[in-house]
């Protein structure tokens, strides 16, 4: 399985950026999917996920600003992520699950200036 993240940047305080994140296969075969991201000095964290029949799942410090959401004929999740802050500043991950093994991206920097 092979993830490919994508869409990060430098944006200003305020902001907007939508990362995608293709897969190799079919998303339906992933569970797990999600975002995380990892700040310098900090513990990688989950951002949020989004199951295959489209629930979703947030951390309290991006609920009402990041939305994530699933094309399934691209097999492809998206982040997209309003109102940008400083804090959100961190290398941003993609994940997904098969058989018990977990995959991930190879991370996209997504840098917030205040």
């Known amino acids: 399985v092979q993830l490919v993240e994508s869409g990060g940047g430098l944006v200003q305080a305020g902001g907007s950026l939508r990362l995608s994140c293709g897969t190799s296969g079919s998303i339906f075969s992933l569970d797990g999917l999600g975002w995380y991201r990892q700040a310098p000095g900090k513990q990688r964290e989950l951002v949020a996920t989004?199951?295959?029949?489209?629930?979703?799942n947030y951390a309290d410090s991006v609920k009402g600003r990041f939305t994530i959401s699933r094309d399934n004929a691209k097999n492809t999740v998206y982040l997209q992520m309003n109102s940008l802050k400083p804090e959100d500043t961190a290398v941003y991950y993609c994940?997904?699950?098969?058989?018990?093994?977990?995959?991930w991206g190879q991370g996209t920097q997504v840098t917030v200036s205040s």
């Open positions: 989004i199951t295959s029949g489209g629930s979703t």
């Open positions: 994940h997904g699950g098969k058989f018990g093994l977990s995959y």
